[in-house]
């Protein structure tokens, strides 16, 4: 069975960094692209970063560039995302997903497993 499992989440303040990371089982983990999302109550899920089966290449969204970063290790079957300057408007359920395909996609419903979510909340 395919699981997806998020930790690293947590309470932080304003201008602090965290790490979330996202392990994988049950799939061959190299072919999946991976991808970052968020949802904040009341909102729609909305992209955050997303990165190739291979690691090659990375997509971030417009409000996320610059402060944070994916990565992925397929020889420990899981994907990274480093957080730094924190933010309040960044306090939403973290997710992670996996899509069968090489490229990367923004697009949430283009992916095929997601993880349960892990909260961050950042104060200011």
């Known amino acids: 069975q395919v699981q997806l499992v998020e930790s690293g989440g947590g309470l932080v303040q304003a201008g602090d960094s965290l790490r979330l990371s996202c392990a994988a089982s049950g799939l061959i983990f190299s072919t999946y692209a991976m991808g970052w999302f968020r949802q904040a109550p009341g909102k729609e899920r909305e992209f955050v970063a997303a990165?190739?089966?291979?690691?090659?290449?990375?997509y971030y969204a417009d409000s996320v560039k610059g402060r944070f970063t994916i990565s992925r290790d397929n020889a420990k079957n899981t994907v990274y995302r480093q957080m730094n300057s924190l933010n309040p408007g960044d306090t939403a359920v973290y997710y992670c997903?996996?899509?069968?395909?090489?490229?990367?996609?923004?697009?949430?419903?283009?992916?095929?497993?997601w993880g349960q979510g892990t909260q961050v909340t950042v104060s200011s």
């Open positions: 990165i190739t089966s291979s690691g090659i290449s990375t």
């Open positions: 997903a996996a899509r069968f395909a090489i490229g990367i996609s923004h697009r949430a419903y283009e992916y095929d497993y």
